[in-house]
């Protein structure tokens, strides 16, 4: 790809055509003050290409940020697969990453209530390989034909193109509320995944039943999970939405500046392998995409992982032009007849021909195989190769070239999965995909209990959204098939009576569903706002700061205002931002050192205060060294928890005097590791 990348920097400005230009500041006019003149190819060229630069957004998934990295198994999968990148353990592959939202154009802010694409792009050696997964493990719907359906929904009503980056609206609560399938989707939808706190930080999963194929022609199904090492962690509703105001591109730039200071996201990937023979094993059918298999039932296995190491260099040529397609698969990896997936494989090509112009595309450097490519197509909009010689098989003009790889396969030859087909042409749904409720209400079991708290809000605010009285009450009735309680609750905030309980909901818990269960370990690139002014004594920030970054989280020193600060011991404190420009929603701790005249100075600073009680109310780690408790005490902490023996377990965190810079670094990265504190005196968050 390299040989693609400009390398402007020593050259001298050109025209398209290579001819130098000797000023790009003022076209050529009819003297001094005269009229532009047509002749001036310069100017022509420069705004033709500038009136050409925007290309359709993507009909869905439009908003995103990708990366480049590797992938690299732990172990051999050729028992299962003749996929040649994961044949041997530690075969590296490139691979590029693009992670997104669904609903919102490419302008829309990151931390709105929304699925999460993850999308990556082995460059293996036998050809390119698209996982084009989401952060949750099942779909609104069973059937690719109500897609548009779907989408129209969702995205914003046609008439006022509102609400931008949101699901709160009528159309989407309707056709929810009338297609009940996608009541286990919604149930995530409503759940803290939705708006996670990195994309560093979710798993991501190829949400359908695969298959793999072994040289042989044996498969095997298989579900693909990806697992983030910093663990599964989630935004408070809050302050995802302060977020999406203080900064739109909160998780674009997460994955950006993580990846610049050299700590490089990862993930695991892990495969949950059935045998073909166990095809209806289950309560549900392995073809339908509203469905998991509980890892209960059938463990995750992990067999490698994969390492976000280098940013684009242009937006537009890598992350914008990436085109992902189920349908490109490997000798190795196959389909099965999930009605979603089918339907899959016919829309990405598609919809790349309009988004990116025409059939070349591929041909682009984000999307070049690294594979060799050879082939009769020929012409298009945008073609890049010269190709000599003849474009038809079978030829003999050519030498036969390119020539069949042989009826009979061999290593690195894709062949169709022999699988027998026999049916009637019907429009029908399998009665098989018709139980749109045990898995919703596993999902539901499965929750702590502060989950469900946001859960329940979350149905409420959105429901609470939507004007239709009808759309209202036919979603809570939904929700009773799974549980009474959750739909008694969602009903209230609605001022709904809560509606009849419904028979026979199942008990089933999977606590695999748990991010509860999922939290990582340690603290790396987690970061801490250390509010300081002058008079804030340099010494203690300095050992915090040390002790934390030693851990691999992230401190910075946010101040009244830019620059040095006078500090009140030895030694003189910069700080790293201006309090104005930053806010609590952009860390995941907050620190108050001490010092009589600093405190004072940030206690009648309404940003500091503010600071302090958005952290705590958003259940961050806040910690305060001496007189530091005072601004804790200004944000109206209740005094039961800055001064009470049961701080430390509402992740508050005091040194008096006694206690060392050092102990309270400690414990603040204990805290940090917890993410967040769910039940806080004074408060719910
Ligand atoms: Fe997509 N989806 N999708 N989708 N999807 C697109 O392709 C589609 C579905 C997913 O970063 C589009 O190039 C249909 C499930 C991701 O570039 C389009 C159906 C899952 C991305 C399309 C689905 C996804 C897309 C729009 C129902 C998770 C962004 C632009 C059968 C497993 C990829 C484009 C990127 C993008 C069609 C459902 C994931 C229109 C018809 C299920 C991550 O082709």
Redesign the pocket.
């Known amino acids: 790809m390299a040989r693609f990348r400009a390398a402007p920097e020593h050259d001298a400005l050109t025209t398209d055509q290579g001819v130098r230009v000797d000023d790009t500041d003022n076209a050529l006019h009819a003297g001094e003050r005269g009229p532009t003149l047509l002749e001036d190819f310069h100017n022509r060229e420069k705004i033709t290409h500038f009136d050409h630069e925007r290309i359709p957004e993507?009909?869905?998934?439009a908003r995103?940020a990708g990366a480049y990295g590797y992938f690299e198994p732990y172990l051999s999968l050729s028992e299962f697969t003749c996929a040649d990148f994961l044949a041997e353990e530690g075969r590296r592959t490139p691979v590029f990453v693009?992670f997104?939202t669904v609903q919102g154009p490419r302008g829309s802010a990151d931390t709105v209530r929304d699925v999460r694409?993850?999308?990556t792009k082995f460059y293996t050696r036998e050809g390119n390989y698209d996982l084009?997964?989401?952060n949750m493990p099942v779909?609104f719907?069973q059937d690719?034909i109500k897609?548009p359906d779907f989408v129209h929904a969702v995205k914003m009503e046609p008439q006022n193109e509102m609400p931008t980056g949101a699901s709160a609206h009528d159309t989407f609560w309707d056709f929810c509320s009338l297609q009940p399938e996608s009541t286990h989707m919604l149930m995530w939808l409503m759940s803290d995944r939705a708006i996670p706190r990195s994309f560093r930080m979710m798993q991501g999963?190829?949400?359908?039943t695969f298959r793999f194929v072994t040289a042989d022609g044996r498969g095997t199904f298989v579900k693909f999970h990806w697992k983030p090492r910093l663990g599964v962690h989630s935004l408070v509703w809050d302050e995802a939405q302060i977020a999406a105001g203080r900064d739109p591109d909160f998780n674009r730039r997460d994955l950006w500046e993580s990846i610049e200071a050299g700590s490089y996201p990862e993930w695991e990937l892990g495969v949950q392998l059935v045998p073909e023979e166990d095809e209806f094993a289950f309560d549900f059918d392995l073809l339908d995409?509203t469905k998991i298999i509980p890892e209960e039932q059938v463990p995750v296995r992990p067999v490698g992982r994969l390492v976000l190491n280098r940013n684009p260099q242009n937006f537009f040529a890598e992350t914008e032009q990436?085109?992902?397609h189920t349908a490109n698969v490997v000798p190795g990896i196959d389909f099965t007849n999930d009605p979603?997936l089918q339907?899959?494989n016919f829309?990405?090509l598609d919809?790349?021909l309009i988004?990116l112009g025409g059939p070349n595309f591929s041909q682009l450097p984000v999307n070049r195989p690294l594979a060799d490519v050879h082939h009769n197509h020929r012409d298009g909009f945008g073609q890049q190769v010269i190709h000599p010689g003849t474009n038809y098989f079978p030829n003999s003009l050519g030498g036969g070239c390119p020539a069949h790889a042989g009826s009979g396969g061999g290593p690195g030859v894709f062949r169709h999965y022999a699988q027998r087909v026999d049916g009637e042409k019907i429009r029908v749904r399998s009665a098989s995909f018709q139980d749109h409720y045990s898995q919703a209400a596993l999902f539901w079991n499965s929750m702590s209990d502060w989950e469900r708290r946001h859960i329940v809000e979350a149905f409420r605010f959105e429901l609470g959204k939507v004007t239709s009285a009808t759309v209202r009450e036919r979603m809570t009735g939904n929700l009773a098939h799974v549980n009474a309680e959750l739909a008694a609750a969602v009903a209230e905030g609605l001022g709904l009576p809560a509606p009849a309980p419904v028979e026979g909901v199942p008990s089933a818990a999977s606590p695999a569903l748990s991010q509860g269960n999922l939290t990582g370990e340690g603290i790396d690139t987690r970061k801490v706002a250390v509010l300081a002014a002058d008079g804030t004594d340099a010494g203690p920030v300095a050992a915090v700061r040390d002790r934390l970054t030693g851990r691999g989280a992230i401190v910075e020193v946010l101040a009244p205002r830019d620059g040095t600060l006078h500090g009140a011991g030895e030694g003189l404190l910069d700080a790293d931002r201006a309090l104005p420009t930053m806010a609590s929603v952009l860390y995941d701790a907050v620190l108050v050192p001490g010092s009589a005249e600093a405190v004072a100075t940030l206690s009648a600073d309404p940003a500091a205060v503010r600071f302090v009680e958005e952290a705590y109310r958003h259940g961050k780690p806040v910690a305060a060294i001496g007189e530091g408790t005072r601004l804790l005490t200004a944000a109206r902490l209740p005094e039961e928890v800055v001064l009470g023996p049961s701080a430390p377990d509402h992740g508050v965190l005091i040194a008096d005097g006694s206690a060392s810079a050092e102990e309270l670094a400690d414990a603040l990265a204990d805290a940090l590791a917890r993410h967040r504190f769910p039940y806080r005196p004074g408060l719910l968050n």
């Open positions: 993507r009909v869905v998934h995103g693009r997104s694409g993850f999308a084009v997964g989401n779909f719907i690719a897609f999963f190829g949400v359908h995409a990436v085109a992902f979603l339907g899959r829309s990405y919809t790349q988004r």
